[in-house]
């Protein structure tokens, strides 16, 4: 197994645009869950897919959303983008059932200047 | 109040001495995990937990379900421990989530 892979691992973009970041996760893991981890603070889950389809969402504006595809991939779009949007994004799979643990990525760091 | 408390906040101690960093939490959980993450931001699952007490090498987690309540322990600390601690339960109905505590912070000094 190869582990959850992130892209990009940094980016700098300007408040009102638009950015799509990305997370590779194992084969199987069928479940996967975005977080956004500002400075200092725990994590707070953004939204969760299984199976293609959203089935969680935290209290972020409908201005984040996401997409999981069939090879195991997804990503997360945040649209005008402000500048408390900068944190470090991670991206969390595992596979179905309450017995199986999180493999997390390494993370996303956005920066909104 | 947080789903999750975390305590303490940070914490420095010398190499050697046994660390321990506690969890309360006040939701229903199927499981809590405890995570490591380092400077650069990567997240590493140390533990899950749903009863009693698992160990791996010098860490061991406990976990009451009755009280709400986990522990992580580090035995003979060293300064390679000094990390980010991470407590986090999966909880919810349906699709389930992982809700975080606001991190331990941990330098162990040589």
Sequence with gaps: ?113 | KNEVEQSPQNLTAQEGEFITINCSYSVGISALHWLQQHPGGGIVSLFMLSSGKKKHGRLIATINIQEKHSSLHITASHPRDSAVYICAVRSGQGAQKLVFGQGTRLTINP
């Design chain 1, 1 to 113: 197994e190869t582990g959850v892979t992130q892209s990009p691992t940094h980016l700098i973009k300007t408040r009102g645009q638009q950015v799509t970041l990305r997370c590779s996760s194992q084969s199987g893991h069928n479940t996967v869950s975005w977080y956004q981890q500002a400075l200092g603070q725990g994590p707070q889950f953004i939204f969760q897919y299984y199976r293609e389809e959203e089935n969680g969402r935290g209290n972020f504006p409908p201005r984040f959303s996401g997409l999981q595809f069939p090879n195991y991939s997804s990503e997360l779009n945040v649209n005008a983008l402000e500048l408390d949007d900068s944190a470090l994004y991670l991206c969390a799979s595992r596979r179905t059932g309450t017995h199986y643990g999180y493999t997390f990525g390494s993370g996303t760091r956005l920066t909104v200047v």
